[in-house]
């Protein structure tokens, strides 16, 4: 990251007048400290980039402010100055975590040298801490991309051949189909692994901020804008940005979004200076874009300048021999997480999961595993743990299949009773018996508005019989 923020702590009036003129005039924001005890508080409030510090001052001195600076802040760069070049002051200093040190009196070419010195350690370290990052996040990413289907392996082709080049891509799947992850794998792969990657949901961000939040915006640009502010395209300068839900894009500002993609240059809020950026740019949506072009809702040409390379994600249930592979990851990565047992799923269970249809995908697997996780005693999860699953099945979402009442019941009978073998001998069948007769004349009833005869006609039993059942169940009659 470059300088901006620099401390200056001395208690030499003189010296903190021509440190300040001097830095202020290379356009570095500057601020000034009299003694040790200034300079720790200021540190605590504010965050810098590079702190200056006398090494001797009132309080506390410049090697007791160092290491204390270290304690709050241990990547502030800190330069110690002195009057005494002794050998002593030298190792301490350095001993204590200073970057550098120089002596008074000193030319301000020796400034210049320095920051700039700091400059380029600091954008080392920030590169170097960020490939560590990402190469940990490229680790996990490869065990979090989970499917052997057909379908996944064409994805793993294309990612590969993508991957390498700068080209863009778009992204399309429903919600909870692992789009993220698919941007993620891109950049992992790319040239630009060790630059940021810089995620933005279009949808999640009010339309009035959107634009600033991607391009940025000057001091005094709004009501509220303090300072000037980068924007993602400037965050994710030289690596890739993920434009998430980009359907839900205002269409003024897929303008701009075209201009930074046939420009390579954007213009900060407020601002009149075009600023070049060299950005990667996956988009993701789960709208058809197609549809929204032609209801104007989104730009033609915008469209086709980010639908170079299409990735489609399947909805899960198009891939249903993938499900048992996420469910013994999620199992995993849960479990370990909760810091719990090693749990697994029964035979029943698992034919359960595998069979439902997943309107939520992935997402929707994750929690229901997590919350059997959490919920069930037993390191064998059963069809119990996963109550109303197939109910949520046989309500329809316009793409899964309709359970019948039988199979509904078949369900929730096997989930009650998964573990039978240890059930004690009992009038099991007039329990279950009950339980399904007393909704169903309930059910009637209300329908019938109380009328018994017309209840009993439709039940196909006589008025004395349902009366019997009435009392037996202890059904309320309401009074219309």
Known sequence: MPIKNILVADDEESMRWVLSKALRKKGFSVELARDGDEALRLIKENVYDLALLDIKMPGISGLDLLERIKEERADLFVVIMTAEASMKNAVE???RGAYDYFTKPFDLGVIDALVEKVSRASEMTSQVSLLKEELKDRYQLEKTIIGNSPVMRDIYKTIGKVAPSDVTVLVQGESGTGKELIARAIHYNSK???????????AAIPKELLESELFGFEKGAFTGASERKLGKFE?????????DEIGDMPIDLQAKILRVLQEREITRTGG??????????VAA???DLEDAVRNKQFREDLYYRLNVIPIHLVPLRERAEDVALLVEYFLSKICSELEVPGKHCSPEAMKLLTSYSWPGNIRELENTIKRAVILSPDPLLGTSDFP?????????NGKGEELSLEGIVDLKLRGSFTNMERMESGDVYAMVLEQVERPLIRF?????????????????????????????????????
């Open 93 to 95: 200093a350095m001993k």
């Open 192 to 202: 630009r692994l060790g630059k940021p990657f810089v995620p933005l949901n279009c």
């Open 235 to 243: 965050q994710a300068n030289g690596g890739t940005i993920f434009l």
């Open 272 to 281: 009149n200076q075009s600023i070049p950026v060299d950005v990667r740019i």
């Open 285 to 287: 949506t789960n709208m």
């Open 388 to 396: 109303g699953l197939r109910q949520r099945q046989g309500e329809g």
């Open 444 to 480: 009637v009833l209300e329908k019938t508005r109380g009328n018994q005869v017309r209840a009993a006609d439709i039940l196909g039993i006589n008025r004395n019989t349902l009366r019997k059942k009435i009392t037996e169940l202890g059904i309320e009659l309401r009074k219309e």
